[in-house]
């Protein structure tokens, strides 16, 4: 039986992405997000608890992103867990778990200075990196990468 690796986040960018340009006009977008749960303890206060995400965009997305988002964009974000491992210069193990963005969309308001006057509201279509793209992003449609798919089928 095959696994499901997905994960869904809501929350705010804790800084403007950051976007490398890489041989073969290929782009990565890097980006911090927060997501914050609330609750009361015991005592009857509320408890805020922020956890940070690492997450990862390539193509288009990437493209987008950095045209779009903003720190403290509010996104909904589609992914798969991913963990790199390597050796450090002591000859350490190190990892890092970050999340592989298959699709976003933008929520709330646009943040002061994201985008220019024809920008999304709310979100984007991205296209398969083989398909050329034709227009501008259309609004109400989610930003998809489907081009990295492990399904077995």
Same mark, same amino acid.
């Given at each position: ?30 980006l911090r997000l927060a997501t914050t749960e609330a ?10 608890q922020t956890e940070w995400h690492d997450l990862e965009m ?16 509010? !996104?909904? =974000? ?6 790199? /491992?390597?050796? *450090?210069?002591? &000859? ?6 970050? !999340?592989? =963005? ?6 709330? /308001?646009?943040? *002061?200075?994201? &985008? ?38």
């Amino acid at each position: 039986m095959a696994g499901v690796n997905k994960v869904i986040l809501v929350g705010n960018l804790g800084a403007d992405p950051e976007v490398k340009y890489l041989e073969g006009d290929n782009t990565v977008a890097n980006l911090r997000l927060a997501t914050t749960e609330a609750y009361k303890n015991r005592n009857g206060e509320r408890v805020e608890q922020t956890e940070w995400h690492d997450l990862e965009m390539w193509g288009a997305q990437a493209k987008i992103a950095e045209q779009y988002l903003k720190k403290g964009s509010q !996104i909904y =974000v589609e992914g798969k867990i991913k963990t790199d /491992s390597w050796q *450090d210069e002591q &000859g350490q193990n190190r990892y890092r778990t970050k !999340i592989r =963005v298959l699709s976003f969309t933008m929520l709330g /308001s646009r943040p *002061d200075g994201a &985008g220019g006057q024809n920008s999304p509201q709310q979100s984007t279509q991205q296209k398969p990196a083989s398909a050329a793209p034709t227009s501008a992003p259309k609004t109400q449609e989610m930003v998809s990468d489907t081009e990295d798919d492990d399904l077995p089928f």
